[in-house]
Nanobody
Framework: QVQLVESGGGLVQSGGSLRLSCAASGGFFVINSMGWYRQAPAKARDLVAGWTSADGIKYADSVKGRVTMSRDGAKNTVYLQMNNLNSEDTAVYYC??????????????WGQGTHVTVSS
C-alpha cells in the first residue's frame, strides 16, 4: 500500500556532493519512522540516517558532518544531502519506511535502491 522510489544516485568524484530523494506514494498512510540505508557488494546493509518519533534524526558515525536528512511533507519525500563524498560511500542506497495503513497496520517498506559510485 506504500511505494518508495529513490532517485538522485549516480557517479560523482571524491569530494563531490549528491542529493538523494525518496518519494512515498499510495493511499492514506502515516509514517512512523524513515531512514536511508546503504549496502556495498558482499557487505551488510547499514543505516546511514534515520528518523523515529522517539529518537528524532540520527546519523551513522561514518557520515556525521557530511550528511543531512530532510523531509518535504507536502511531497511525501525525504532527502539525503551528501557532501564531501569518498570511496567509502560507494554503495546502493535504499529508502526505508515504517508506515501505518488501514489495511496492513504498521509495517516496513523498502525502495528498490539507487546506486552511488564515488570515483577518484
Amino acid at each position: 500500500q506504500v511505494q518508495l522510489v529513490e532517485s538522485g544516485g549516480g557517479l560523482v568524484q571524491s569530494g563531490g556532493s549528491l542529493r538523494l530523494s525518496c518519494a512515498a506514494s499510495g493511499g492514506f498512510f502515516v509514517i512512523n519512522s524513515m531512514g536511508w540505508y546503504r549496502q556495498a557488494p558482499a557487505k551488510a546493509r547499514d543505516l546511514v540516517a534515520g528518523w523515529t518519533s522517539a529518537d528524532g534524526i540520527k546519523y551513522a558515525d561514518s557520515v556525521k558532518g557530511r550528511v543531512t536528512m530532510s523531509r518535504d511533507g507536502a511531497k511525501n519525500t525525504v532527502y539525503l544531502q551528501m557532501n564531501n563524498l569518498n570511496s567509502e560511500d560507494t554503495a546502493v542506497y535504499y529508502c526505508y519506511a515504517n508506515a501505518w495503513t488501514s489495511g496492513r497496520g504498521s509495517v516496513g517498506y523498502w525502495g528498490q535502491g539507487t546506486h552511488v559510485t564515488v570515483s577518484s
